[in-house]
């Protein structure tokens, strides 16, 4: 029993529209997880929900959509979409949105929030669907899947996923949007964050993380809690995954720069002859774990 992934946004921070980002995509953290009985998990709620939501409907052809949405943060660039989702128009549907147990107030309120009148034309309590929002005090499971939970380095805090399907000794799929793996101050980390994270990521068949920096950029960028893709391809070979999927680009990034990155990455890899296959989020690409 396997995971699907579709990527429905891959940047970070802001839209990114135009000739320049067409073919890694433009819109806002968004993914889409299918277990194998079909269960929905949308894990970040960033403006690649817009089409999610549109195909989602399509495909019911008018039955009811449920699922669950898991955010790693309420940073605008994770929540800015969820107004724009066609099925949380529609009566009958449900859906429950989970955050960190410590979070899980303040992002209640901002996400309600983004739709008050002041910003929104249509307020949160007009929503046609049920909508649930859930605290995740730690793991959870649901079905035919499990998910884990780990804290990562993000201004605010931000939550690391870890999902499996069926078998939980299952190696799964690994989500972490926005962390910051390079030295800052900061953060309520304990002293041996990196090893726990090295765990949390251990043989995981695919790695979603962060990689908004150069090695130059980030320089410029320390504490604001984000990853340069040099230190995250030695996360993923010293957590020996499978496959790296670099995520949340720079609103600045061009595909060709992204190809470069890619390529970078690649030797990187090769020089330590490491069985670790890297390739860039890009909106449409569809992964199986
Ligand atoms: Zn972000
Ligand atoms: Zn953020």
């Known amino acids: 029993m396997s995971l699907t992934l579709r990527f ?10 135009g000739s320049a980002t067409v073919r890694y995509g433009g819109n806002t953290p968004c993914v889409e ?19 999610l939501g549109n195909c989602l409907v399509e495909q019911a052809r008018g039955a009811r959509i449920t699922g669950d949405i898991f955010l790693s943060h309420a940073h605008w660039d994770h929540i800015q979409g969820l107004p724009f989702f066609t099925p949380i128009f529609r009566p009958g549907n449900h859906f429950r949105i989970w955050s960190a147990a410590s979070e899980a107030e303040h992002v209640a309120r ?6 008050s009148p002041t910003v929104f034309p249509v307020t949160f309590d007009k929503l046609g669907a049920t909508v649930e929002f859930c605290a995740l005090a730690g793991g959870h499971a649901n ?11 993000h201004p605010g805090g931000a939550l690391a996923y870890r999902m499996r399907t069926g078998n939980s000794r299952r190696p ?30 251990s043989g995981a068949a695919i790695l979603v993380h962060d990689a908004m920096y150069t090695r130059e950029e980030y320089e410029q ?38 190809d470069e990155h890619v390529a970078e990455c690649r030797a990187l890899v090769a020089a330590y002859d490491a069985p670790l296959e890297v390739l860039a ?3 449409g690409l569809t992964l199986t774990t």
């Open 221 to 258: 960028h320390r504490g604001w809690g984000h990853s340069h893709y040099h230190d995250v391809v030695q996360l993923a070979l010293d957590a020996d995954v499978s496959r790296l999927v670099l995520f949340h680009h720079n609103p600045e990034r061009s595909d060709a720069e992204i």
């Open 8 to 17: 429905w946004g891959t940047r970070g921070s802001i839209p990114t529209p």
């Open 281 to 283: 989020a890009a909106e």
């Open 110 to 115: 901002a996400v309600r929030e983004q739709m």
């Open 33 to 51: 997880v299918r277990t194998a009985s079909g269960a929905l998990v949308i894990l970040d709620a960033g403006t690649g929900m817009r089409p």
């Open 172 to 201: 799964g799929l690994v989500y972490i949007s926005d962390n910051e793996l390079g030295d800052a101050t900061g953060y309520h980390s304990p002293a041996d964050w990196r090893s726990r994270l090295v765990a949390f990521a």
């Open 143 to 153: 079905g035919d899947y499990s998910l884990d939970v780990h804290s990562v380095r």
